[in-house]
């Protein structure tokens, strides 16, 4: 653990939202001896039968563990899991492909609940003497100047003005706290809906056997793809991604049935065709948001992270573990500057904000590779290479997909290493073509 034990208990921190980013923020600032108040709009979702939301389960992958492990629970949150060694793709036919993530050192990604692990957080957070946690409160007002904050009880809808030393909005993509920031001079901010939606369906636990385990699966169709995550209860949550045109265009049962019939057979039947109608038709699908921003602190006391700071399209499974990233790097600046909350604000921005942008836009080039590129030669050509040149260059060759979820590297570096992995291969091949040319040349003139 990160104890702090000699650290006097002198700075107050504030962190609004209570999803996965805040509620493991707040343990890790408590265990560095601040007096943490958590606000979260919603009821603690500890005390509901089942709490509504986005996805059911994600894939957790080492930059989220490395922050779990920082506050004692990535052993116990794994024992919730299931590994996933690679993606097992469906082609239309039914017939399967398992496409393992790193045969060279057989790491793995891990399916675990959102509700199960945002639960643990909470229960960790609340036994920390340094934390008070205060659901039903949202935020409503910010003034920078006196670094007052404002919420308001949802249920008595009494007001409460506050401050603290650190001021963080971990309150997701549609951030209170964010909104605040954006009315400010020189604050940037985009936003990128995508025109595809996700729904979320379900293959049942008497059926979820018949899915080949330890994989997330995959039905690339070109414009449009599905995916399988596994539950410890033996099911699996599937998401079907496709352009909302699409879905619009599926207006009752037999085109539903006639779609996934055509599209998805060996899915089919293992949804079965009653649930599928009723989960397509009781549902609508969601919307898939990017969000970037130039600056994520204010005034020496503001900051945002997770989502508020940089949503992303899912694609990646980096969400999550890159909001957990994000509490890790603030730990490790409080390191750096014993403290200093102000030059903590500036130097999270500073460092955090290019590697945030690069996932942005890696989650976004993934959706293509994930419901397109998978399903061409030259992916499996790559990736044929890439696992040889990974075994024969283990420090070199790191392959995007591992660097991204199996290292700690920044995500810019990720990329980059992908560039100049791309240009050897190609002198390579260009190399390679000359050689044979020039070779067949001299071998007609003799
Ligand atoms: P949130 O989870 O949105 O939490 C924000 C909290 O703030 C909420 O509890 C909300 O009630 C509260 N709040 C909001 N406004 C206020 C206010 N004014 N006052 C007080 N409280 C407020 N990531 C992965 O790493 N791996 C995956 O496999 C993965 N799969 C995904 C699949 C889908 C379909 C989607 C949509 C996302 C996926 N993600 C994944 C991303 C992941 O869900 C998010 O990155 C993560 O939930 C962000 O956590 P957060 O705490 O920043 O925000």
């Known amino acids: 653990r990160n104890y702090q034990q000699d650290r006097p208990l002198t700075k107050s921190a504030i962190v609004i939202g209570g999803g996965l980013v805040g509620s493991l923020c707040v343990s890790l600032l408590a265990q560095r001896g601040y007096k943490v108040t958590l606000f979260e709009k919603r009821g603690d979702i500890r005390k509901l039968e089942s709490a509504n939301g986005r996805s059911i389960n994600l894939a957790l992958s ?18 919730h899991s299931i590994s996933m060694k690679g993606r097992l793709l469906h082609n239309i036919n039914g017939h399967t492909k398992s496409v393992i993530y790193d045969p060279v050192s057989n790491q793995c990604i891990y399916s675990i609940g959102r509700n199960y692990l945002n639960r643990a957080l909470l229960d960790v957070a609340e036994k920390d003497p340094n934390v008070r946690l205060c659901f039903h409160h ?54 990128n809906f995508i025109d595809h ?24 169709r070109r414009e449009l793809m599905m995916i399988a995550l596994p539950n410890l209860d033996n099911s699996w949550t599937v998401t079907l991604f496709m352009p909302f045109k699409k879905f619009e265009s599926i207006r009752n049962s037999e085109n539903l049935l006639h779609f996934f019939n055509d599209i998805f057979p060996d899915a089919l039947p293992l949804i079965g065709e009653t649930e599928l109608k009723n989960f397509y038709f009781s549902n609508k699908p969601s919307a898939l948001v990017s969000i970037k921003c130039n600056r994520y602190d204010m005034n020496g006391k503001f900051l945002i992270i997770g989502d508020a700071a940089h949503a992303m399209v899912p694609f990646y499974g980096q969400g999550m573990n890159a909001g957990f990233e994000d509490c890790f790097l603030l730990n490790e600046i409080l390191n750096e500057t014993r403290d200093d909350v102000g030059r903590t604000t500036v130097l999270f921005t500073k460092k955090r904000q290019i590697e945030a942008n690069a996932i942005c836009d890696l989650a976004m080039y993934n959706y293509e590779e994930m419901r397109d590129l998978v399903t061409k030669p030259s992916f499996v050509i790559r990736k044929l290479l890439d696992t040889y040149l990974a075994k024969i260059f283990p420090r070199i060759w790191i392959p995007l997909y591992n660097s991204v979820s199996f290292s700690h590297m920044p995500y810019s570096k990720c990329i980059e290493n992908k ?28």
């Open 197 to 220: 939606g996700y729904l979320e369906l379900c293959i049942p636990p008497e059926r979820g056997g018949k899915l080949h385990p330890n994989h997330l699966h995959i039905w690339p």
């Open 62 to 79: 080492h930059r989220g563990r490395q922050a779990l492990k920082l506050i004692g629970i990535e052993d116990e949150a794994l024992s």
């Open 138 to 191: 949202k935020l409503t007002d910010v003034d920078f100047q006196t670094g007052f904050i404002t919420l308001k009880s949802i249920k008595s809808g009494e007001i409460l003005q506050t401050t603290a030393d650190l001021i963080i909005g971990a309150d997701g993509a549609f951030s209170s706290l964010r909104s605040f920031m954006q009315k400010t001079a020189l604050f940037n901010f985009s936003q």
């Open 419 to 446: 560039h100049w992995q791309n240009q050897i291969l190609y002198a390579t091949f260009s190399l390679l073509i000359l050689v044979m040319a020039t070779l067949v040349v001299l071998l007609r003139a003799i």
